[in-house]
């Protein structure tokens, strides 16, 4: 089988939204984009290296999917991100197949969650999930995702698209590891562990 790992940049209040850049999205009046940029360090990049090494295939919403597909192409041919995101699969969640122009991009279905689930089952590299809020939401809601590498940066948006919204499946987390960058990002793999956990601390 193959594992989908969603791969999420969070704000302390659990924001997704436009970690990149100003203009990177814009909805609901967010205005915050681009929070992200000045708390990369060397740990970050050596991290971001040692994933970016393994074989993976993407899973790419399509706001995440055009955000990408008008970059990478265009990058230099020595970048070694580009050249591994301009090579690989990239799987998308969209309603508008026939506009897929990046090279390797091939459509999920009408229903996106069974297309990953699909997917999951056949021989292959893991499912990376890069950005993508919206389409994130249907893999948890079906319970699809496998690993949660999070990175929690040291900052509050107060609003903003959230990883974990309304509706997603409860249960418990198992923490594998994490690590603290000089400039206070966490960033934490979770496995999924069994559902939540109750107790009570009231006296008799």
């Known amino acids: 089988m193959r594992k989908v790992i969603a791969a999420t940049f969070l704000s302390i209040d659990g924001v997704m939204q436009a970690p990149g850049g100003p203009e990177e999205d814009t909805d609901g009046g967010f205005k915050f984009g681009g929070w992200t940029f000045h708390h990369w360090d060397e740990m970050m990049g050596g991290v971001m290296g040692e994933s970016m090494a393994k074989p993976f295939d993407l899973l790419l919403g399509r706001k995440t999917y055009d955000?990408?597909?008008?970059?990478?192409?265009?990058?230099?041919e020595d970048d070694?991100?580009?050249q591994k995101f301009n090579s690989?699969?990239?799987y998308v969640a969209t309603s508008?197949?026939?506009?897929?122009?990046?090279?390797?991009?091939?459509w999920l279905g009408e229903d996106p969650a069974a297309g990953v689930a699909k997917l999951k089952q056949q021989d292959g590299p893991d499912l990376l999930i890069q950005g993508s809020s919206q389409?994130?939401?249907?893999?948890?809601?079906?319970?699809?995702?496998?690993?949660y590498r999070l990175w929690t940066?040291?900052?509050?948006?107060g609003g903003g698209k959230k990883m974990f919204g309304e509706g997603s499946l409860s249960g418990g987390m198992k923490l594998l590891g994490s690590k603290a960058s000089t400039t206070g990002v966490v960033i934490s793999t979770y496995v999924r562990d069994g559902g939540?956990?109750?107790?009570?601390?009231?006296?008799?």
């Open 67 to 76: 955000i990408f597909a008008a970059h990478w192409p265009r990058v230099p």
């Open 196 to 204: 939540v956990k109750q107790g009570s601390f009231a006296l008799e």
């Open 96 to 106: 508008t197949p026939k506009t897929l122009a990046w090279k390797n991009s091939e």
């Open 135 to 147: 389409f994130i939401q249907a893999l948890l809601k079906a319970d699809l995702i496998d690993e």
């Open 80 to 82: 070694p991100i580009g």
């Open 88 to 90: 690989i699969t990239k």
């Open 153 to 157: 940066f040291p900052v509050v948006l």
